[in-house]
């Protein structure tokens, strides 16, 4: 199991910091994936990190949000710069084999993120 934390509510431009940490198994051999879902609408995978490699990120989000990982807390950070009103949406993170792929084996139930002014 995957738990989020640090989601909140913030204004326009400002900044947060959410958190993945793996309660019951190791992070080490899975690429993480942070998703988010807003209402109304499909869920959108927004970052995703392995091991190794470069991390990968949607359109909407480059430049402005950062995935890293610390494998020794076993923890999957995103930082968020620059928030905008359409950011505000449940964020999950999810372990699987590949950041490509569909398959997650694990997934965290969520943290609010809301933007509005």
């Known amino acids: 199991q995957l738990v989020e934390s640090g989601g909140g509510a913030v204004q326009p431009g400002e900044s947060l910091s959410l958190s993945c940490t793996g309660s019951?198994?190791?992070?080490?051999?899975?690429?993480i994936s942070w998703f988010r879902q807003a209402p109304g609408k499909e869920r959108e995978r927004v970052a995703c990190?392995?091991?190794?490699?470069?991390?990968d990120y949607a359109d909407s989000v480059k430049g402005r949000f950062t995935i890293s990982r610390d494998n020794a807390k076993n923890t999957v950070y995103l930082q968020m710069n620059s928030l905008k009103l359409e950011a505000t949406a449940v964020y999950y993170c999810?372990?699987?084999?590949?950041?490509?792929?569909?398959?997650?084996?694990?997934w965290g139930r969520g943290t609010q993120v809301t933007v509005s002014s």
């Open positions: 999810a372990g699987g084999a590949s950041c490509g792929g569909d398959e997650w084996n694990y």
């Open positions: 990190l392995g091991s190794v490699g470069r991390p």
């Open positions: 019951s198994f190791s992070i080490d051999y899975y690429v």
